[in-house]
Nanobody
Framework: VQLQASGGGVAQSGGSLRLSCVAS????????MEWYRQAPGKQRELVAT???????SYVPSVKGRFTISRDNAKNTAYLQMDSLRLEDTGVYYC??????????????WGRGTQVTVSS
């Protein structure tokens, strides 16, 4: 199973970016999909979670500005980031809890995508 994250880039403060995370490979089904971020010199933090039935949760600092969604048919999760702030700068990672038939449940990580917010 591989996860491919994309959509990062440079945006001005107050602007928007949309991240995508596509899972591929031997996938039975996907439980949670999540977005994390790591700012320079800081620990990786959980930003948003979405369950297979589309229940969502967010870290307080992004609530009302970021929206996580998913398309189960495409094994894809999205993170719509609006009203971006300088402190949203960092490397964004997606992960997925995947059910692999005959194997079990495993967690996979994608490579990060850089998000830079400029003033």
């Amino acid at each position: 199973v591989q996860l491919q994250a994309s959509g990062g880039g440079v945006a001005q403060s107050g602007g928007s970016l949309r991240l995508s995370c596509v899972a591929s490979g031997n996938i039975g089904s996907i439980n949670e999909m999540e977005w994390y971020r790591q700012a320079p010199g800081k620990q990786r933090e959980l930003v948003a979670t979405i369950t297979s039935d589309h229940r969502t949760s967010y870290v307080p600092s992004v609530k009302g500005r970021f929206t996580i969604s998913r398309d189960n048919a495409k094994n894809t999760a999205y993170l719509q980031m609006d009203s971006l702030r300088l402190e949203d700068t960092g490397v964004y990672y997606c992960n997925a809890v995947v059910v692999i038939y005959g194997v079990g449940i495993r967690t996979f990580w994608g490579r990060g995508t850089q998000v830079t917010v400029s003033s």
